[in-house]
């Protein structure tokens, strides 16, 4: 679904829960310490079991980053792939989290 659906569908009152979208996620953790990777793990499974109980959504396959300072202009190799696939229209919406 392009933006401009998606923002008419919203402004005429439906949820982003009611749209047919493919929806993905980005997690990323700035360190390789075990509390990080916990993290990382536990960002991995609450987005793709978030996703996947949405009847209305199609779960893309998410994009992870490790060790990755969200300050860096040089991102992981993961979120330059989410950019370029992206551009290739292969999801309507990306979920993430702010640390």
Same mark, same amino acid.
């Given at each position: 679904?392009? @933006?401009?659906?998606?923002?008419?569908? #919203?402004?005429?009152?439906?949820?982003?829960?009611d $749209?047919? $979208?493919?929806? *993905?996620?980005?997690?990323?953790?700035?360190?390789?310490?075990?509390e990080q @990777?916990? !993290?990382? =793990? %536990?960002q991995?499974?609450?987005?793709? %079991?978030? #996703?996947?109980?949405? =009847? %209305?959504?199609?779960?893309? +396959?998410?994009?992870? +980053?490790?060790? #990755? !300072?969200?300050? =860096?202009?040089?991102?992981?190799? !993961?979120?330059?792939?989410? #950019? $370029? +696939? =992206?551009?290739?229209?292969?999801?309507?919406?990306?979920?993430? *989290?702010?640390?």
């Open positions: 679904m392009d @933006l401009y659906n998606m923002r008419r569908e #919203i402004t005429s009152g439906k949820s982003i829960y $749209l047919p $979208l493919k929806v *993905t996620y980005y997690a990323r953790v700035s360190s390789e310490k075990d @990777l916990n !993290s990382l =793990s %536990n991995v499974y609450y987005f793709e %079991n978030h #996703i996947k109980e949405v =009847s %209305n959504w199609t779960y893309v +396959d998410g994009y992870v +980053d490790e060790g #990755i !300072s969200g300050t =860096s202009v040089n991102k992981g190799d !993961s979120f330059k792939r989410m #950019i $370029l +696939d =992206s551009k290739k229209g292969k999801f309507d919406l990306i979920l993430t *989290t702010r640390k």
